[in-house]
């Protein structure tokens, strides 16, 4: 599964985006999503995550209630909807794949290349 993520951009504290993650191969219905970011100086953490069928979803306290996980199987597409930014939501932001279950741990078999979140203050 190759992975590749979009959306980013700069952002007032308050508004929304949309971040979109676009899967290649015929596997993606099957595997996990999650959604992680990376500030400056600090660890990549986890942000929301959804299971392969789209059943379950999972989030961090910090983003609980503002951002959306959801995917979009038969477009090979996951996506985060980000609402009520804060400037701390700031950082690069990857999508990932893993085939179990654990979707809060950060070990994922497959990963994309990022995409910088702004939110100004």
């Known amino acids: 599964v190759q992975l590749q993520a979009s959306g980013g951009g700069l952002m007032q504290a308050g508004g929304s985006l949309r971040l979109s993650c676009a899967a290649s191969g015929r596997t993606f219905s099957s595997v996990g999503v999650g959604w992680f970011r990376q500030a400056p100086g600090k660890e990549r953490e986890f942000v929301a995550a959804i299971s392969w069928n789209g059943g379950s979803t999972f989030y961090a306290d910090s983003v609980k209630g503002r951002f959306t996980i959801s995917r979009d199987n038969a477009k090979n597409r996951a996506y985060l909807q980000m609402n009520s930014l804060k400037p701390e939501d700031t950082a690069v932001y990857y999508c990932?794949?893993?085939?179990?279950?654990?979707?809060?741990?950060?070990?994922?078999?497959?990963w994309g290349q990022g995409t910088q979140v702004t939110v100004s203050s």
């Open positions: 990932a794949a893993r085939w179990l279950n654990g979707y809060r741990s950060p070990k994922y078999d497959y």
